[in-house]
C-alpha cells in the first residue's frame, strides 16, 4: 500500500517550482500569467504526487486535510490519456466544509462515495490535456492548456462551468473508498 508522507510533498514543491512560481501555490490563480507557459501533459498546483504502478492500487490517504488535493500517477495504455504521456492521474480532493455543501447539491447521482472526498480523473474532456489545481475553492480544477479555444475551468464537482468544456463533467475513475479506520482508496 502506498502512503502520502512529507516525502511526496516536499518532492511535488520542488518539481512544481521548476514549473512556476512558489507562490502560486499560495497565491489566487492568475491564468494569464502564472499559467502562461506551462506544459500541458501533467497536473501542477496538487500537494502531493504519488506515483503507483499500473494496474490496481491502494493508497493511504488519512493525512490529507481539508482543502488540499493529492494526485495519483499511474502508467496505462488507455488511448484516452495519450496527451498526458499516457499516464492515468487521479486527484483526491479532500473537500472544505463548503465544499461538501456545495458537492451535496450539485455531485452527479453514484460518482462520490464519501461527500468528504472528491475523487476524479484529471484529464480535460475537450482535448484530453492535464488538469490542474487551482486555489479558487468554488472553481479547484482547470485544463493547463489555456489558449483562447480550450481555458476549460471546473468546479467543486467536476462540472464544467467556463472554457471549452462547459457544461461537461471531468470523468470520474473506478475506485473504492474505506474510511472505517484509515481513509484508504483503492484504484481498480
Not at 3 to 24: D, G, Y
Request: glycine fraction near 8%; charged fraction near 20%; hydrophobic fraction near 35%.
Amino acid at each position: 500500500m502506498h502512503k502520502m508522507t512529507r516525502r511526496n510533498v516536499i518532492t511535488t514543491l520542488t518539481s512544481s517550482t521548476v514549473l512556476l512560481c512558489p507562490a502560486l501555490l499560495n497565491a489566487q490563480t492568475d491564468f494569464a500569467t502564472d499559467w502562461a507557459d506551462i506544459p500541458t501533459t501533467e497536473p501542477l498546483g496538487q500537494d502531493t504526487l504519488i506515483s503507483v504502478p499500473a494496474g490496481s492500487a491502494t493508497v493511504d490517504i488519512t493525512d490529507l486535510e481539508p482543502g488540499q488535493v493529492t494526485v495519483i500517477a499511474r502508467p496505462t495504455e488507455d488511448p484516452n490519456y495519450a496527451s498526458t504521456g499516457n499516464t492515468q492521474y487521479v486527484a483526491v480532493h479532500r473537500r472544505t466544509e463548503a465544499q461538501v455543501a456545495f458537492g451535496a447539491d450539485n455531485d452527479r447521482d453514484g460518482t462520490v462515495q464519501d461527500p468528504a472526498y472528491f475523487v476524479v480523473n484529471l484529464v480535460c474532456t475537450h482535448r484530453g490535456k492535464a488538469i490542474g489545481i487551482t486555489d479558487d475553492p468554488a472553481a479547484p480544477f482547470a485544463c493547463t492548456d489555456r489558449g483562447s479555444r480550450h481555458s476549460s475551468i471546473y468546479d467543486a464537482s467536476g462540472f464544467g462551468v467556463s472554457g471549452a468544456s462547459e457544461g461537461e463533467y471531468l470523468s470520474i475513475p473506478d475506485y473504492s473508498l474505506d474510511t472505517s479506520g484509515p481513509v484508504v482508496l483503492t484504484l481498480a
